[in-house]
């Protein structure tokens, strides 16, 4: 049992927490990140390149009515899992997240494997971001050596983080408030073309009803662009990674996440509809925006027909934006999670320093060692780095997954021991449904990600799309094996925040 600390032990560790800051010697995170950086940072999660660029060929696949379906559906199932991760996270705001939730509510060991894969998958991803924002820079550059301009991105993203956590915080905010103001000014100019006001004649709804629409092959269809509906949602349970180090993360998180089902339908929603108005299901550029080909980008068609001559220009910069904007929440996120995997013995100890202003430098460090190893690797091996990326692929929706097992098990432990659920700073709507709800359809979108492959017994094409489904595997069951872990029985299961984190929550008591 864990000895309980009165108020006045935490006043005084907190005090010295505060000298050790003063004199370079800070041992934790530092809350200074703002509610505004909290809920803008939640908001450009969910707005990336794939609402940019591969959004289209959602309805290119199901029809405008299949690709509606699809968004509101994963939609909803990201609602819940932020409500679930909201409980969570205002219970007990620390960096590690759902993997040290996954630790503490169902198993170390699989807080262990979740924690690991996840600073894997962030850190190539920073690595396939930096590629990507050189393509965007030889849009305008051509003649230019692509590799100057990553290492120059990564070096740019490498100080941002290096600095302060508000630094961070209000890159992310300027950087998402662009991405906001366009899908805005996208959807004031869309209607505008749909009812006749700044485009005649009127587009109006045909295209809902334009051949086979408004929905094209059945719930088969439905089913496979659930996986890129998955996708553009992917990044948005960054909003627990920020509340280890939020100010108020009592009131900014919840705040954040209450927000999350309106800007689903604000900014997907409305934008699927907008483009399923105005390009109908058969255009081959839904699809080809989907490859990367920015001067079809459906965002980029709606502002050429409104008149806008450099249309493509400006989206390449937008999408530019967006890619920066990932790379710098992917760098901050497996940062926090290679400090938070250290605080709780998962990793070298090393990796839990801070500088004197809360900056785990060293993970930082080991962060864009990887990310620049994996970069290296797409100039000499084209075919490493592709199994690289495909080992992070389904990553995102395996940490789901683990944000729905471990909020199911904390209610059930907390009712079970005789709390009530208005002891909660926040609580999630529709307990259990959520949850489970969550649970089986990330399942589905991760079993459904290749089922050619299965059908044609292609291994490869297998091992490719679900390598970092072993990946999991074995991290868990070697942790397990070697540590004998097992399931926490309910009873067990400490509800309140750990004492192991009591620096990182000494402020919010």
Request: proline share 4%; with cysteine; hydrophobic share 55%.
């Amino acid at each position: 049992m864990k000895a309980k600390i009165g108020r006045g032990a935490v006043s005084a560790k907190a005090a010295n927490q505060a000298k050790a800051a003063e004199s370079g010697l800070a041992k934790g995170v530092q809350r200074n990140l703002k509610t505004r950086h909290i809920s803008m940072i939640a908001l450009g999660g969910c707005i990336g390149t794939g609402l940019f660029m591969t959004s289209g060929s959602t309805i290119a696949k199901a029809g405008p009515g299949g690709g509606l379906v699809a968004y509101a559906a994963m939609g909803l199932m990201v609602y819940f899992l932020m409500t679930s991760l909201g409980e969570l996270a205002t219970n007990m705001p620390v960096s590690g997240s759902f993997a040290t939730y996954n630790a503490k509510y169902v198993d170390p060991a699989l807080g262990f494997a979740m924690g690991w894969n996840y600073w894997f998958n962030w850190a190539i991803t920073v690595a396939v971001d930096i590629s990507t924002a050189a393509l965007l820079i030889q849009y305008w550059l051509p003649d230019t050596p692509g590799w100057i301009w990553s290492l120059l991105v990564l070096v740019v993203i490498f100080l941002i983080n290096a600095l302060t956590v508000s630094a961070f915080g209000e890159t992310e905010f300027w950087l998402s408030l662009i991405k906001v103001a366009t899908v805005i000014i996208f959807l004031v100019i869309g209607f505008a073309m749909i009812f006749g006001i700044m485009f005649h004649p009127a587009v109006g709804f045909k295209n809902f009803t334009y051949k086979n629409a408004p929905f094209v092959g059945g719930f088969p269809a439905i089913l496979s662009v659930f996986l890129i509906a998955g996708f553009s949602f992917q990044g948005t349970e960054l909003i627990g990674v920020t509340a280890g180090e939020s100010k108020d993360p009592a009131h900014a998180v919840p705040k954040a996440i209450n927000d999350v089902f309106w800007r689903i339908l604000l900014f997907y929603i409305l934008s699927i509809f907008v483009i399923a108005a105005l390009i109908p299901y058969t255009s081959p550029n839904l699809l080809s925006a989907a490859d990367g080909n920015i001067a079809v980008s459906p965002f980029t068609l709606v502002f050429k027909r409104a008149g806008l001559a450099f249309a493509a220009s400006l989206m390449n910069a937008i999408v530019l934006t967006s890619v920066l904007s990932a790379a710098n929440s992917g760098a901050y996120a497996s940062t926090r999670m290679l400090y938070a995997l250290a605080k709780d013995h998962y990793a070298p100890k090393v990796f839990a320093k801070t500088t004197r202003h809360g900056i785990p430098l060293a993970a930082l460090v080991a962060t864009t060692v990887i990310s620049l190893a994996t970069f290296a690797s797409s100039i000499f091996g084209q075919q490493i780095y592709m199994w690289l990326v495909a080992a992070s692929g389904l990553t995102g929706f395996i940490a789901w997954i683990g944000i729905a097992l471990s909020h199911y098990r904390f209610r059930r432990a907390f009712i079970l021991q005789g709390h009530n659920v208005s002891e909660l700073k926040y609580h999630a709507k529709l307990f259990p449904l959520g949850p489970i709800l969550a649970l089986l359809l990330c399942l589905v979108v991760i079993g459904g990600q290749n089922i050619e492959a299965f059908v044609t017994w292609n291994w490869q094409e297998i091992g490719v799309t679900y390598m970092s489904v072993p990946l999991v595997l074995i991290l868990f069951f070697g942790y397990k094996i070697k540590h004998h872990t097992h399931l926490i029985p309910l009873k067990d299961i400490d509800v309140s925040p750990s004492a192991s984190h009591e620096g990182e929550l000494a402020d919010i008591r």
